[in-house]
């Protein structure tokens, strides 16, 4: 799916959160500590930023273009809680790991497959020149 060039940034983003999420959901007992400590740091160095983009730059953007209502913008923010709620608890068990992980892969899939389109419907190009200068 060609996005608009201004959500470019984010959508690279997805790719690495991709990766992470595969990796939670095929951690096993061999490597389960790695992966967490692992997905803990891109956490920390990373998707933790991501996600303020997201909140912070993207979403101010859409002011007069979307109803707060609708289920695509109440669901983005729902996603956003429950993953913040999981990796806060800090679970070790290979169950929360895998769980993390479906919920990362499905989160990332919402936003490209139904948010962003419904973003690249509404917005306009002076609103997305603005979300691309201040993501690059």
Known sequence: MKRHKS???????HHTGLV????LKESDEANASKVKEE?????????????RK??????????????FEESEIRDFFLQHAEIRKMIFENGS???????LGELIHDHIRFEENKL???IESRLNEK???????VLD
């Open 7 to 13: 959500l470019h940034p984010l959508s690279r983003e």
């Open 20 to 23: 992470f999420a595969k990796r």
């Open 39 to 51: 997905f803990y740091d891109y956490w920390e160095k990373d998707l933790k930023i991501h996600f």
């Open 54 to 67: 997201e909140e912070e730059i993207l979403f101010p953007f859409l002011f007069g273009h979307f109803s």
């Open 93 to 99: 068990s290979l169950e929360s790991l895998h769980k």
């Open 116 to 118: 962003f389109p419904l």
């Open 127 to 133: 609103d997305f020149a603005g979300i691309m200068k």
